[in-house]
């Protein structure tokens, strides 16, 4: 697995080793050693989640304020654009924003440490994405950043309206919401 850090160097892009024949392909989707010894990080998932979504549907950007996840994102059928906002006042990429395409044929896999956000938008007909969480679901505690705010200044590769949830439509700008100390 080959380990590529971002602009913000906790988040990692993850480039797995990729066996290819005329049956099609094999790949190890996960492995709690390998990642230790690659990256030092020693994470423990206790839930996995699993969204279909159609051609220009954007999620996020989504976080839990309290029982905050690590987030590890993979697609395994289509294409999205997804992205992390850091999150944590104390960083020095506070505010900040990186992006990455994974689909069903790069087969990259996004780390996203807990205190960012973390949304995607939809670039294929439709796509199939899995994610691993280092905490449990807690509705009470999740928050929405806005998809939009100029303040982050994403740019988001549409070429058409956004289809949002009405939580999505709902989030708050980076100076309204509520962050990780």
Known sequence: ????????????????QVFRDERGHFLESWNARNLQNTTGLDVKFVQDNHSRS????LRGLHYQI??????LVSVIAGRVFDVAVDLRKSSL???????????DDNHHQVWIPPGFAHGYV??????????????????????????NDPSIGIVWPLHAEPILSDKDKAGHALRDAQVFE
Not at 2 to 14: E, G, M, N
Not at 54 to 57: D, G, L, N, Q, S
Not at 122 to 147: F, G, N, Q
């Open 122 to 147: 939809v670039l294929s007909e439709r796509a199939d994405v899995i994610y691993k969480t280092t905490d449990y679901y807690a509705p009470e505690h999740e928050r929405c950043l806005i998809w």
């Open 1 to 16: 697995m080959k380990v590529v850090r971002t602009a913000i160097p906790d988040v990692l892009i993850f480039e797995p």
């Open 54 to 57: 159609a051609h220009c549907v």
């Open 93 to 103: 990429t506070f505010g900040r924003w990186v992006g990455a395409e994974l689909s």
């Open 66 to 71: 309290k029982q905050p996840q690590g987030k």
